[in-house]
């Protein structure tokens, strides 16, 4: 994520990459190469240090970002974070608090508010087209990050990725979750579960499913997957697919009829920070991700996680055919959320 938000902001007239810091020299020698001109460190404290920064942005792991943030306010910087902003709910609050008590605007990675697509399904939404939203069913299912290729203080999928549709389907609703229920499945005989299927209600009487898992076809001949956002309402619907490549919306209103197809562009980087930078320009949030709605879709999802995890999934395919699927993926060179190829395969574990 670091290496995609550096390259957008170096297409961005509004940004200059003064420095980089990572702790692997692999990661170090490549930003030599990407951004010449930057400053190039092994040690953070060089740039929370340096007084010509005015932003920092944060692409680490979940449980060394708070140390990190607390730095950056603290030097006086506005923060650019992946989600989440912590490895635990309790952490998260106490950052919101923070937070919001200071001056510095601190965006984080909700990719999803920066999508042409739903941001024209929620205009659609709101001119009456639909009539009164009812239900929200969203789904996104890839064959992609699978256990033991990284990320563990981001949990499992359904938080670790689920928490961005658990935020979305918040956004549409424009209400807080009230109630759910949740069944997961223990795909390989992992310990946790590999895919999440959620249903439940807001509290102003919308309801939703959320189905999330990297189960999805890894070793069929050709890669598939299954995503989308479906909107109904007491007189219309709205609905998104994409293929990674582009998105398609179908909006079927009471006055309007659209189909629109553009570019998907993956995690809308460019996007972000244009809109970041205009922002900290113009001295006044032009609408950037907050970091109050990452702890709540944060905290919602370790819930619904949870509540799946009570449920006792069932247990489907074995610890062999994972460990076929993570040899198939250390060899590949396209496919969904692959690793970075820095160190052996795990052997399979019985279980």
Request: glycine share 8%; charged share 20%; proline share 5%.
């Amino acid at each position: 994520m670091g290496r995609g938000f550096v390259a957008a902001m170096q297409e961005s007239e509004l940004w200059e990459v003064a420095a980089v810091y990572d702790i692997a020299s692999e990661a170090r020698k490549q930003a030599q190469k990407d951004v010449p001109g930057a400053a190039i460190y092994d040690v953070s404290a060089a740039v929370f240090n340096d007084k010509s920064i005015d932003v920092v942005g944060l692409f680490t792991l979940a449980d060394a970002r708070p140390q990190q943030i607390r730095k950056a306010l603290a030097s006086g910087k506005h923060v650019l974070a992946e989600k989440p902003l912590a490895a635990d709910i309790a952490t998260e609050w106490q950052l919101v608090r923070e937070i919001e008590a200071g001056d510095r605007f601190v965006a984080v990675n909700l990719f999803n508010r920066n999508a042409w697509y739903h941001n024209h399904i929620l205009d659609f939404i709101a001119a009456g087209e639909i009539g009164d939203l009812a239900v929200i069913r969203i789904c996104h299912m890839t064959p992609g990050h699978m256990p033991l290729e990284g990320h563990a203080p981001e949990g499992p999928p359904f938080h670790d990725c689920g928490m961005h549709y658990v935020d979305v389907a918040r956004w549409y609703a424009k209400s807080e979750y009230q109630s759910w229920h949740a069944q997961g499945l223990r795909m390989w005989d992992y310990k946790d579960p590999w895919w999440v299927q959620v249903h439940g209600t807001f509290a102003n009487g919308v309801v939703f499913d959320i189905t999330q898992g990297f189960i999805y076809g890894h070793l069929a001949k050709d890669l598939t997957h299954n995503c989308y956002v479906d909107v109904i309402g007491t007189k219309g619907v709205a609905r998104m697919t994409h293929n990674f490549t582009e998105a398609t919306v179908d909006l079927h209103g009471v006055h309007q009829t659209i189909h629109k197809t553009a570019p998907f562009n993956d995690k809308k980087l460019d996007v972000m920070v244009d809109l970041f930078a205009r922002s900290i320009l113009a001295g006044r949030d032009l609408g950037f991700p907050h970091a109050r709605d990452s702890v709540v879709a944060s905290e919602v999802s370790w819930g619904m996680l949870n509540d799946a995890i009570s449920h006792v999934p069932p247990v489907r395919g074995t610890a062999e055919e994972m460990h076929q699927i993570l040899e198939l993926r250390r060899n590949m060179i396209n496919g969904f959320g692959l690793p970075v190829k820095t160190k052996d395969l795990p052997e399979p574990v019985s279980r």
